[in-house]
């Protein structure tokens, strides 16, 4: 599962991590990522450039705007199988940069809890995209994150995790043919690159941004003084 994630790197180092020229509108960090939302992400036609897309897969054969749950993610084991990816898989996969994203833990409330990268780089999530004409003809071009199952960093939290690239596998998932290859590249990273740790709640709230959402949560001092 991937339900929310975070894009605060710093330009200039973006654009090195990925090998970028700059984007389709100016880059705005972005705290608290949401479904539906337009957010960031790398295509094989245009691997220099950063694009905004909406975040919820709308396949290019939908006859409406859907009005469920939106396809935010789709299962590493099924994505070469399903109608709706099976077309994706072999020509329109993209990278959706961030830089951390977020899962919860039920204990009595909801406890958000940020994965990031041990070294604190970005990362690149794999994704599949697709472009839908709406029946006036305005165009939306969607996304939707390949997860897999958890490494064992993520595993005491949830049982998926998205499908994180290696940075050496990212010009592969971009333009590789070979299916038997692509996926191979659908594992989980390694726990032991990652690091993970609470962050308030603001998180919680959709419409929330801003650096104290990344923020590590303080711990209570059982031992201060009242």
């Known amino acids: 599962m991937c339900g929310r994630f975070s894009l605060t790197t710093e330009e200039q180092r973006l654009n ?24 960031a992400v790398i295509t094989g ?18 006859k409406e705007l859907p009005r469920s749950s939106p396809v935010i993610n789709a299962r590493a084991e099924s994505v070469g199988e399903k109608p709706m990816f099976r077309r994706l898989i072999t ?40 472009a839908w004409k709406s029946p006036e ?23 998926r995790m998205p499908v994180i690239l290696e940075k050496e596998h990212h010009e592969a998932w971009m333009g590789e043919k070979d299916e038997k290859l692509l996926q191979k590249l659908l594992r989980p990273l390694p726990g032991s690159k990652m690091q993970v740790y609470k962050v308030s709640d603001l998180v919680n709230k959709v419409s929330a941004e801003g650096p104290e959402l990344i923020r590590p949560l303080a711990e209570p001092d059982l031992f201060s003084a009242d």
């Open 91 to 130: 020509g329109q996969r993209c990278l959706v940069p961030a830089d951390g994203f977020y899962e919860w833990v039920r204990a009595g409330k909801k406890q958000p809890f940020r994965f990031v990268m041990a070294d604190g780089s970005p990362f690149a999530m794999a994704g599949l995209w697709d």
């Open 137 to 159: 003809g305005g165009l939306i071009r969607s996304f939707t994150i390949i997860t897999t199952e958890a490494n064992k960093l993520m595993e005491p939290i949830h049982d």
């Open 16 to 39: 090195e991590f990925f090998r970028l020229a700059g984007g389709e509108e100016p880059y705005v960090p972005r705290y608290n990522g949401a479904p539906t939302q337009n957010l």
């Open 45 to 62: 036609d245009e691997p220099s450039k950063l694009r905004y897309f909406r975040w919820g897969l709308i396949p290019f054969w939908a």
